[in-house]
């Protein structure tokens, strides 16, 4: 066949499976946000059929001898690199039956059931069976995909290419000893910070007027939609339709802010992606990492200055004057900056959020190799945030059970939070440099930071890895220096630490 065929078939393939991916995940969405939970036995089922029929789609032996011939031809960046990523993911699923897929998709299915429940009832133990068998699934799978790699290697590269133990146990020790310390002794200077004006009651349906406001300004408009979850997540279902979510807490407004900034930022990702990847790889495999990192710029780097609430600030206080007229614009930046050991990864402090990350990716790894076992993992759960974080877990609503990822088999996703964390506060250092971002913040000009970051990082999609991305966008590979210092630096003039 003539390569310009073998192009075109290989085109055609990408935008089948692209149009079932894209089905799915409007379906996966749905489920997640609106969807009556009495339907979710039938619709598991539904959804399992469906990604059997998706997979005929995409395990197709004629595509796989045709990936393999053009992987021998140079066809230019793009379209070796869109070679190069469909190769590497068919390789995996193709290393199972439709039946096998079928099954671990039901399993995970099932197992979200069984979380949610687990959570809602505040009891691991409806959970842990189902955990069991999502570790060890996910473990054999590891093993059959390739037998000479540590199986949770193999899990850590799906979401962060080329990354592993060795490299994160490097990155995870720095985070270790240099910041537990530094969070010990801020747990003990609670006075210098106060937010308890943050936790006073925000009625939801006014919380729901300043999101509007609040996505205004970042202008997620058009091309987005916003549900409520149990959990904020994103689902770039397509580059114009990108749908996020929230959830509200009375008691915590910061919460609900700073979850919006977080996936608006993720959004911006999807969307800003050129539109000639459309249907490839490179629209779909973006590094996990680089992708964290973007959402952490825009919540952490620009979120929590005060030039960022300028312009917002007297819109919230009018909204909630109860709780903040007499809040100035100073004691509020405190206040959102404010750290202090905590129980739930999604509403910690920059300080602190890399910790929680370095507990799962320590379980992990634990029940990977074997040391640690999935029964009463949460006391294991338990112990690591007293030791590390000085905290008493009270349940494992808000201990274990908190995070949705591990009922999806998501193990080794975690740790690129950490990284993206870290890449972005690489990014940070050279983003100051090139633009005035409180002036920019200041006129209302928040286009021009999305127009920066698309041109710098997100136009690209995948066709690069994060390390490429990086040293493009900063002239240095991944370096965590940026990260340790600018948190030792706040923090330590926030807590008057010496
Ligand atoms: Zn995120």
């Known amino acids: 066949m003539e390569t310009s065929k073998m192009i075109e078939k290989l085109k055609e393939w990408q935008k089948q499976c692209a149009a079932y991916s894209m089905v799915l995940s409007t379906v996966y969405y749905d489920k997640e946000t609106i969807a009556p939970k009495m339907g979710s036995e039938y619709r598991n089922n539904v959804l399992s059929y469906m990604s059997g029929e998706a997979y005929n789609i995409e395990v197709n032996e004629e595509i796989i001898k045709l990936l393999d011939e053009l992987s021998n031809k140079d066809l230019g960046e793009e379209l070796n690199r869109e070679v190069y990523l469909n190769k590497k993911s068919l390789e995996n699923i193709s290393k199972f039956t439709k039946e096998e897929v079928m099954e671990f998709d039901k399993l995970t299915l099932d197992s979200w059931d069984a979380w949610y429940k687990a959570k809602k009832e505040n009891n691991y133990s409806i959970f842990e069976p189902y955990l069991k068998k999502l570790f060890e699934a996910q473990r054999n799978r590891s093993i059959r995909r390739n037998p000479n790699k540590n199986p949770y290697d193999v899990c850590l590269d799906d979401y962060e290419e080329s990354m592993t133990m060795e490299k994160?146990?490097?990155?995870?020790?720095?985070?270790?000893?240099?910041?537990?310390?530094?969070?010990?002794?801020?747990?003990?200077?609670?006075?210098?910070?106060d937010d308890s004006f943050l936790h006073k009651y925000y009625p939801i349906d006014k919380q729901k007027k300043f999101a509007e406001v609040l996505l205004h300004y970042l202008r997620f408009e058009d091309w987005g939609y916003m549900g409520i979850s149990e959990h904020p997540f994103t689902d770039g279902i397509s580059r114009n339709d990108?749908?996020?979510?929230?959830?509200?807490?009375?008691?915590?407004?910061?919460?609900?802010?700073?979850s919006i900034i977080h996936e608006t930022?993720?959004?911006?990702?999807?969307?800003?992606?050129?539109?000639?990847?459309?249907?490839t790889k490179i629209r779909q495999c973006i590094s996990s990492g680089m992708h964290e990192s973007q959402s952490r710029f825009l919540e952490n780097y620009i979120g929590r200055t005060e030039s960022f609430w300028n312009v917002l600030y007297p819109k919230l206080q009018e909204l909630f004057p109860e709780n903040l007229k007499d809040v100035t614009l100073t004691d509020f930046v405190r206040a959102i900056n404010a750290s202090k050991s905590s129980l739930v990864r999604t509403e910690a402090d920059e300080l602190t959020y890399p910790i929680h990350i370095l507990i799962r990716y320590e379980?992990?790894?634990?029940?990977f190799d074997g040391s640690i076992s999935c029964e009463n993992l949460n006391e294991v759960w338990n112990k690591k945030y007293k030791d590390y974080l000085d905290i008493d877990v009270s349940s494992d609503t808000d201990g274990i059970l908190q995070d949705v990822h591990w009922s999806g088999a998501s193990f080794g996703y975690f740790p690129t939070y950490a990284l993206g964390s870290a890449i972005g506060a690489q990014l940070l250092n050279t983003v100051k440099k090139e633009l005035d971002i409180d002036s920019l913040l200041a006129n209302d000009e928040f286009v021009k930071l999305e127009e920066y970051l698309k041109e710098k990082i997100h136009f690209d999609g995948a066709l690069h890895d994060y390390n490429y991305i990086l040293k493009r966008a900063t002239n240095e590979e991944f370096n965590p220096k940026y990260y340790i210092e600018y948190l030792k630096e706040k923090y330590s003039k926030l807590y008057n630490v010496k």
């Open 168 to 193: 994160y146990e490097e990155f995870f020790s720095l985070i270790k000893r240099e910041l537990i310390p530094l969070i010990k002794i801020i747990n003990t200077k609670q006075n210098e910070v």
């Open 242 to 258: 990108v749908r996020i979510t929230t959830s509200y807490d009375e008691y915590n407004i910061a919460s609900t802010i700073f």
């Open 265 to 279: 930022g993720h959004a911006y990702y999807e969307h800003q992606v050129d539109e000639k990847y459309d249907d």
């Open 363 to 367: 379980i992990e790894k634990g029940v």
